[in-house]
């Protein structure tokens, strides 16, 4: 056992980190207020490779594997949760979709300039009534000549309004079901992709999330991605890693509501003396670095298992699942520690809070999570669960 | 066309604290970083190159571990490394180590340009360029921003005096570079990864360097570390011009530090 | 035991209630977007009584038993708790004076109160000064026959639009209470905060600069002001617990709404398990809390002390809100973030409950002194 960190991973870091201080925090507040994306930030971060982090440095990214990645998404997450939300959109579930089971042909066109930061990923799946069962979308693709013509609604789909590149999720078969009758596809804007209601949301407003619109949209039999009839396994298989991941950005969130909660503790006096003397205080901020210190072990001992080549679907929902917990709390402890300062939009607190709360939602519910781990779990004891 | 940039790891000088006794000082919380001027110097060196072409070699000299500012500069685009490192540079002054570095160069060789820090953030000596330019007899040219090379000479606008000065020089030379001149690049995420994982540093010592005993013997001694005296709070002087210029010259007769008599 | 309202108290829960579904509720989103309670609100408010609600009949109050103003308060938080905590403000700072004030402060000051042309706010807060009132700086010196007020007040909920307020600063013979009319020269209002939630609250330091008030302006007695200010407090976690209530009550209808509309995998989600074990828990905390509320405010209509009742509400109250808003968050999935549904905005707002009035914290403090107070040890905070 080494729980080491690799020279390069460490010295990637820091590259991070410093980038996270200089570029991304001194935007986060104004892309909060603005309800926009700051363009600006995902162009520097593209230029230093950052939307490419996990691939292959053949497919243009940096080649730091899912390691790295969590590295990214954890440092992000300590800085502003809408700029990983952005940049895990685009690498953790939309590009990732191609690396996972595109064909080489697939990948030199579409994850190249997504890797590179070209070109932005999005990831299609949740329609108005498939959200957690994802399994029952309507979105339909019918073969026509050398190509599928999609019609459909895709809801809640981050990145909608700013992708080139959506990966779709759409069905081929009626009678087939999700088990066969379910495929992906590679979409481009440009194919005809309309973007609908742009939401406005309590919390990352520094991201986007929008509808997507497909009438008649036409796209080439070869953009089918992985077997037809079977997108719904790469699709699945996209959001393990993503949860990892998110995972890692809840990291970042919890670790950052640490720290500012011991500074706060630190200087703030009531009763004559820095409330850090008081127990109250003391035991929350103890909690919060124990389940952060959990957090971080199960999310790179679940990189290590990516890497390793083991399945880590459970782990993956684990992650997600106490990651989004550990961040919400530790949020909201730091909120607490802070007093009316915390309530207060001109700390940073306040927005951490509204942010934290979707990771408990998107990527598959907690609730979906535990369904998850728990089917794994049964399935070792021979019982098959159903949600 | 050939720049040299000397590079320089240094205990963080914002992590540094005084030890309690006083006497020295208290880096467990401190970390090694790349001297931040020399960040600059770096940056300077590779716009000149984006410009004009060439290479960009950078050289330390330090323990192995300050491999790391040399691999970050490879990261950051320097297409050579030089760490020169000997059990024998642990006591190196200025004086050795400005004679070890200017041997460094003489090695490299064919080497048009020295870039260097302003000053370095530990010590803000800033006398390695002068000591490097007077031992390699090149030209000096301190504090400089905007380095431009053209043909045989390196101009670039001093920052030295309260005003720029815009200063030019037939090659060689040595530059410091002024230490607000830029703002150094984020190397590319797969840089970072290339360089720490292929780790080409080459490593001289003393010998490889030809170092004389002569060279390597330092020049000064450290006897250790003191603090500044604490200041005493000074005189405020009320009234008139006049009369505060003659309480003025009355207090600095009475220190002996004016002649005549008031 | 009687745990049946009087034929009274469920009348007036019942017009209460009518009044807020109908009046407040609907204008709740804007109040949150455009960040202000809108006066017509407020002068409505004014006309059914409302603002004068636990005010005696003399200064044209309402006369509201506890119980009944408790059933006020629910039925405000229920329909909007930003408006609810205008009011809640409002009302604590008429309390202070209905409890403390002189025969001619009274009758200077609550008839307005209660009309609703004058708007109450209690500033107590300071930047260094929270949680500890004791600690305060701000300073009232003696100046002939009147007091010169100087430091800053942070905090206060309606500075800026009350006509009234109560502030708290330091005397030569300690903290002291003072009646400091809105117009007095030298009281100025800092911006506003700009908050997680209840924006539709108007929150504002208050700046003190040899603000001049007259001696016949103190609240109670000099010297003597922390004790009005916690005697105040009692009230103060009554109300604000009855908030809580009316808002824990809204989130976790809106949850069941949701969940008995909503889908997936071919079943109501209110068929889960999962779904089912949140909605049964916020029930737990909503009937928990009420009793808490009901048997304080009982206390207090039977003239007995309820501080420590309240305080347990209040704690109680403001966890319970908190967690029936999270978890009915989540049985909206995706939807529940978005600013569309209220659910969003009831989470936000709810997060003040821990803070305000006294954080979570200190009650815990004042919950455990009185429970060890039957052991003879002694609790500081
Ligand atoms: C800001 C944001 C960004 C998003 N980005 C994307 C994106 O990029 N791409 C994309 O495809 N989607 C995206 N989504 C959609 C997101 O993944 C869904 O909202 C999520 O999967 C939940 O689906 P739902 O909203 O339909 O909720 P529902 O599925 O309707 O769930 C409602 C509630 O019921 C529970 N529930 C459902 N089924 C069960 C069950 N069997 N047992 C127990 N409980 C159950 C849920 O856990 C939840 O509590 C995003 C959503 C948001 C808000
Ligand atoms: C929306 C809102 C409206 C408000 N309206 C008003 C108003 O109208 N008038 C007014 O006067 N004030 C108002 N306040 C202020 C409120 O009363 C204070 O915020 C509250 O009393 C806490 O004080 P503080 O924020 O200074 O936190 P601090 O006192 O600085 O406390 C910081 C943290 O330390 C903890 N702590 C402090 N002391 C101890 C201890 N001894 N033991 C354990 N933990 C401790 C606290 O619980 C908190 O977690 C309002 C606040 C909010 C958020």
Redesign the pocket.
Known sequence: MDFTFPREMEKFRKLVREFGEEVVRPAAKAADEKHEVDMDVIRQAAAIGLLGVPFPQKYGGVGAGETGYCILMEELGKVCTSTATTIGAHIGIGAMSIYLDGTEAQKQKYLVPLARGEKLGAFALTEPNAGSDAASIKTKAVRDGDAYLLNGSKIYITNGPLADVISVLAVTDPTLGAHGGVTAFIGEKQFGIQVGTVEKKMGIRGSATSELIFEDVRIPAENVLGPVGLGFITFMKTLDTGRLTLGAATLGGAEEALRIAID??RV????GKP?AH????QF?IADMAAEVEALRSLVYRTAWMVEQGMPYTKEAGMCKLLGSQTASRNIHRAL?????????RDFPVERMFRDARIAEIFEGTNEIQRIVIASQLFKEVGIRIRP | MRIVVCVKQLYDPKMARVSQSRQSLDLRAAELIMNPMDLQALEEALHVREAVGGEVTVLSLGKPEADDVLLWSLAMGADAAYLASDERFSEADAGVTAHALAAAIRRIGDVDALFLGEYAADSAGGQMGARLAAMLRWSFLPALAQVFLTDGHLSGLSYLETTARRLLTPLPAVVTVYHRANKPRFPHGAAVINAYREGKVIVWDADDLDMTLEELAPQTLFRGYSLLPERELGTRLDGSAAEMATDLAAMLQGRRLLGGEA | MDFTLNEEQQMFGQMFGDFMAKEVAPRAEAIDAEGETPSELLEQAAMQGFLGAILPEDYMGAALDMTSYTLLAEAWGRADLSSA?VFH?HM?TAMAILAHGTEDQKATYLEAMAMGEKLG?????????????AGMLTEAKPDGSDYLLNGV???????GRAGTYVV?ARAPEGVTGFIVDADTPGLKVGGR?K?L??RG?E?RALYLDHARVPAANVLGKVGHGLRVALSTMDFAHLSLAALTLGGAEQALDLGVQFASERKQFGVLIAKKQAIQNYLADAKLKIEALRHLIEHASWLAVQGKPYSFEATMAKLYGGQAIYETANTMIQVHGGYGYIVDYPISRLYRDAR?MS????????Q??LVARHVLAEAGIEV??
């Open positions: 706060y503790a703030r006096e009531a009763f409330i008081k127990q109250s205080i929350m607490q520690i802070l007093g009316a300062l915390g309530y207060s | 905590t403000a604590m706010a209690f500033a107590l807060t300071e930047p260094a000064a929270g949680s500890d009132p007040k942070s905090w206060v909920t309606n500075a708290f905060e908050t939630g209840l609250a929150i003040a803070i305000i009035g006294g954080s979570a914290e200190i815990r403090v500081k905070p």
